[in-house]
């Protein structure tokens, strides 16, 4: 499951992506695009991030099988362009040692404030 901590205000920078019960140790990473399409199967997943795809950089989920990202929309090069009134959409990709390839997590809306 997919969340979003902190808010989506841009002035406040202080958006936490924050995925759970995915498999401990893990690395993965967060997608984000612009647009939102139906379930298409990838890995033991499904895509639903497609449109103008940007990544973060890698984590690795801790001991309680989470991880997550402090996202900075004011200097990271990934995250900057955002604006106000813009919906992005989310997803995490991670090896899954459990299905032997690739999942995602639900996906998740974010529309950033000011």
Same mark, same amino acid.
């Given at each position: 499951? *997919?969340? $979003?901590?902190?808010?989506?205000?841009?002035?406040?920078?202080?958006?936490?992506?924050? @995925?759970?019960?995915? =498999? &401990?140790?893990? #690395?993965? *990473?967060?997608?984000?695009?612009? #647009? !939102?399409? !139906?379930?298409? =199967?990838?890995?033991?997943?499904?895509? $639903?991030?497609?449109?103008? @795809? +940007? &990544?973060? %950089? %890698? @984590?690795?989920?801790?001991? +309680? $099988? $989470?991880?997550? /990202?402090? @996202?900075?929309?004011? /200097?990271?090069?990934?995250? &900057?362009?955002?604006?106000?009134?813009? #919906?992005? +959409?989310?997803? /995490?990709?991670?090896?899954? +040692?459990?299905?032997?390839? !690739?999942?995602?997590?639900?996906?998740?809306?974010? #529309?950033?404030? =000011?």
């Amino acid at each position: 499951m *997919l969340a $979003c901590g902190g808010s989506a205000s841009i002035r406040m920078n202080d958006t936490c992506l924050q @995925v759970f019960s995915v =498999p &401990r140790g893990s #690395t993965g *990473l967060f997608l984000f695009g612009d #647009t !939102r399409q !139906r379930a298409l =199967p990838f890995g033991a997943g499904n895509l $639903c991030v497609t449109g103008d @795809v +940007h &990544r973060l %950089p %890698p @984590v690795l989920a801790d001991s +309680h $099988c $989470c991880a997550h /990202y402090d @996202v900075d929309l004011w /200097y990271a090069p990934e995250t &900057r362009f955002i604006q106000a009134g813009e #919906t992005w +959409h989310f997803q /995490y990709l991670y090896w899954d +040692h459990g299905a032997g390839q !690739r999942n995602l997590s639900s996906g998740l809306a974010i #529309t950033f404030a =000011p």
